[in-house]
């Protein structure tokens, strides 16, 4: 995840057991090598570790930024948003594994045919950017199936799928395992986190909104704050899950916006950066389930444990057949 991934947060995953990505974003080459050896270093040696790997936003992937990827050596690239093809053959044959987050059924099957190593399954729950209209429950399973028929047909072993969007505690987690997933990605649930690097005041606002009620949904999508920002580009079809607030309130419904309402709305976001009811805190649909600020480390390692007992649970109540199976018209 970009401006939260830094190497704290990717060594403590790491360090848990899992394989923590570094947000590349933007980030110069120079940046990409310093953070990853950074990361390497602070995640140990010890044998239960997760390994370290490098995130990389298709769109944004310039030569330099490849190359040092590259010359970096990470166990795995997450590659996401625009063309994958350019990317996954080269990495590949540098010994790289390649993880593609994808939005649609045709992404997966074009990223299979090229070689992903995974396929990461980005439900409309999620945070940040993505494009999905389906949400994970329904998506998982769905691409879990696709995956398997691509495999079969391309005479090609199984292709691990990982379940992304709105997954923030264990018993959702045990539901993506039930749904087919090999695995979780973590977003949201992660940004709120001590080794973050979003800003504290961002934290603490995913976590209020958490505890809120509310008459209408705390999160939307929206182009809204893409428009105003001149630095980056967004392919078209992407949007971005961030917390409402009164800023989203006033101009969400007047995207795209037009030249004089743009530069008023722009004006407005460079003026109040700091303004919670006017900047944007990108957060997944499951911010309710975020209750507290915590270490990474310890944050995985209960939600492995606690995903674990639910799932030996509910095994364990079919078993006695005392698991009531309520289905409802
Ligand atoms: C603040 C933030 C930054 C993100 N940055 C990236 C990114 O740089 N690249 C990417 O592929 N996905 C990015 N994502 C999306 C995540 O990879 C993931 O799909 C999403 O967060 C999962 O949904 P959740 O937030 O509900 O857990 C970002 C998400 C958030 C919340």
Redesign the pocket.
Known sequence: ????AGSELAAAVARAGGLGFL?S?TMSAEKIQSEYRAAVEAAGSHKSNGVIGI?L?NFCITDEMMAATVACKPHSV?L??GDFKPFIKPLRQAGIKVMC?VTTMQQITDVVAEGADAIVV?GN??????ASPASTLSFVPEAVDHVQQLCKSLNRPGVPVIA?????DARQVAACFVLGASGV?????L?ATTESL?KDSKKQHIVQTGSQASERPTTLRTTLYDELNEDVRWPSGVTARAIRNDFTDQWDGQTPLQSELLDRAKERVKRDAADLTVTST?????VGLIRSVEPAQSLITHLVKDAAAILKASGQALEDDSLDLGICT
């Open positions: 995840m970009a401006g939260v947000g974003g995130g936003l997450w996401a948003v987050q980005q729950e999620s945070g940040g950017h993505g992304a969007g709105g997954i923030s990605a973590l977003g949201t649930r940004v979003y990108w957060a997944g649909s499951s």
